[in-house]
């Protein structure tokens, strides 16, 4: 289930002139009989409220007073989440002639046309309030302070995410919580403005428009309001053509496959950051200690200590909380043991809380073998938000492959990855272009849709470029992937194990060496051959094909591409064995 919270908007959405009448209230009741939970998210302050509409026992937590106020109805405890503005500008009002006005624990409200009066107040005294309107009523709460606020703060007692919840509301000061939620619907005698910014608008008004929504909750989740959801799809790549490719945040599985190397940690990380941009929570399974430098989320289990499975699930109680399972400390054998132990209880969790809302198994075919007996594949079923990246589909048992509705290949033979794939799920291998890719790219089957593979611009993230930087910039990359440099008749043999020695090695090297591998474009070839950077590739290129160049120039724009893209220390020039040449600054 992914909607577990139901957040309602008072007076204009669940109310009609103050009152809630029986069929909204039956629906009310009907959907918490369905396991989900039911927020009021009103401007009303308690007191108000209280002596208005007598159940609510119906709501787990009630947000007054536009967010100021947090009120626990099971145990009638109140918490305030801001402090009151100080009673000499409740005074000042007062002898301006603002009135009616009411004082809640923390609001201050009046009606239009008072709102300059108050707005005058407030500059006047230095005040850190705001003023927020809601039809004809003029509310005055401390900065920063609003009904999203005050359901973040409901939400989070709940353990509950906003991702799992839907928000209804009809005026102005229901905008602020209903994007905070998932989905935001709008009843159909809201502002214009709401039903603008809404993800749905009911065909009723009212309470009638909250039985309607209730009741797509209850028939399918309110599946069919997918489609209406975009603004939450997260960013894999590009095509050809430069339109984007996403994917739903929610329901999907995913299967990235390619040898080591090819680029499948690229997309994991981009897509892995992206998640934690939107505060979507994720578990990362990580046999091998790959992700254990992820900035953001907590790392449990280290090489000396195995993470435990009660661990693991005691973390996932915060509901942003996103962690890096690392089982680089259990014996390989009993990793897959582990995991099949883990599983159930994710999913136990997810169905209480929503979360963690993407599961991603690293090495999937260590952890969820081809030779996994049927009980263990028995519980593939109904496991959704997973991504599995393997080396190989056909190594991965059959009824998680079974669950997949995207496959993406990356390397030197992604058609026979995704054949491959087709071989084990027992249908067609899809048609599709053929042979290698070029670093970064990778071809894509959304099977779901039955769409033919197309090819893909991967779009890393910060995460993976930093790696990427550091690993290229300073690593040690081995000696069929180093330049050398060798010079027109072969008598030199400079290795460049990295880019920082690159630029060493070129400023120390004489200029026929290093115009005899510009004219033969030997710099953009290792570029994008062996640091797969196809940007600073073509920069090269554009420097190779400058015909009039001399070597100190092309020496300089050369270095000025590699800096452009990589963060350098600082080092003098090596000195060139074999050269009678002085080091030379480009």
Not at 209 to 222: F, T
Not at 259 to 271: E, P
């Amino acid at each position: 289930m992914r909607y577990l919270a139901l957040c309602c908007d008072y007076d204009g959405t669940l109310a009609l002139d103050g009152r809630v009448d029986e069929p909204t209230l039956a629906a009310l009741e009907r959907l918490l009989a369905s396991g989900r939970r039911l927020v009021l998210v009103t401007g009303r302050e308690l007191d108000d409220l209280q002596a208005t509409f007598p159940r609510l026992d119906l709501f787990e937590r009630v947000v007054a007073e536009n967010g100021a106020l947090l009120y626990r109805p099971g145990t009638r405890e109140e918490k305030l989440l801001a402090a009151r503005p100080p009673e000499k500008f409740v005074d000042a009002l007062r002898r301006r002639g603002v009135g009616p006005m009411s004082v809640g624990r923390v609001i201050v409200a009046t009606w239009r046309p008072h709102e300059n009066a108050v707005l005058d107040t407030i500059r006047e005294q230095g005040l850190d309030l705001q003023v927020i309107f809601n039809k004809g009523a003029v509310m005055v709460l401390p900065a920063g302070v609003n009904k999203a606020t005050g359901l973040a703060a409901a939400l989070e007692e709940m353990g509950l995410s906003p991702h799992n919840a839907v928000g209804v509301g009809d005026a102005e000061n229901d905008h602020a919580f209903l994007k905070l939620c998932e989905c935001s619907v709008a009843v159909a005698n809201a502002l214009p403005t709401v039903k603008e910014t809404a993800d749905f608008t009911t065909p009723a008004d009212h309470g009638a428009g909250v039985v309607e929504l209730i009741d797509a909750l209850a028939a399918d989740d309110i599946a069919g309001l997918e489609s209406r959801l975009t603004r939450h799809h997260l960013l894999l790549g590009t095509r050809a053509d430069g339109s984007e490719v996403r994917v739903p945040p929610y329901g999907i599985n995913l299967l990235l496959v390619g040898t080591s190397g090819s680029g499948k940690s690229t997309l994991a990380m981009g897509l892995l950051e992206r998640l934690l941009e939107r505060k979507y929570s994720f578990c990362v399974i990580d046999p091998e200690g790959d992700y254990e430098t992820f900035e953001g989320v907590v790392c449990l289990g280290t090489a000396q200590r195995a993470p435990g499975v009660d661990e693991v699930i005691q973390l996932f109680s915060k509901p942003e909380t996103s962690a890096v399972v690392n089982l680089v400390g259990l014996p390989i054998a009993d990793r897959p043991t582990f995991f099949l132990a883990l599983l159930p209880r994710l999913q136990e969790l997810r169905a209480r809380t929503g979360r963690p809302h993407w599961l991603l198994v690293d090495e999937t075919h260590h952890l969820q073998p081809a030779t996994w007996e049927p009980a263990a594949q028995a519980q593939q079923q109904g496991l959704r938000g997973v991504v599995r990246v393997t080396v190989h589909p056909s190594l991965i048992a059959p009824a998680a492959l079974a669950t997949v509705d995207t496959v993406v290949a990356v390397g030197t033979t992604p058609h026979d990855m995704l054949a491959e794939f087709a071989v084990a799920v027992g249908q067609p291998a899809p048609p599709g272009p053929g042979g290698a890719l070029e670093p970064g790219e990778a071809l894509v089957w959304n099977r779901s849709a039955r769409e033919t593979p197309f090819l893909m611009r991967i779009v890393p993230g910060r995460t993976e470029r930093r790696r990427h930087s550091r690993k290229y910039a300073e690593g040690e990359l081995p000696p069929e992937r180093s330049f050398f440099f060798r010079g027109p008749e072969g008598k030199l043999n400079l290795r460049a194990q990295n880019l920082i020695l690159f630029l060493q090695l070129a400023d120390g090297v004489d200029d026929e060496t290093w115009m005899h591998h510009l004219r033969q474009g030997d710099y953009s070839h290792w570029f994008r051959e062996a640091i797969k950077d196809r940007d600073l590739a073509a920069e090269a290129r554009r420097v190779e094909g400058l015909g009039g160049a001399s070597p100190a120039e092309s020496r300089g724009l050369i270095r000025a591409a590699v800096e452009k893209q990589y963060t350098l220390p600082a080092a003098p020039p090596l000195p060139v064995p074999g050269t009678d040449a002085a080091p030379k600054h480009g």
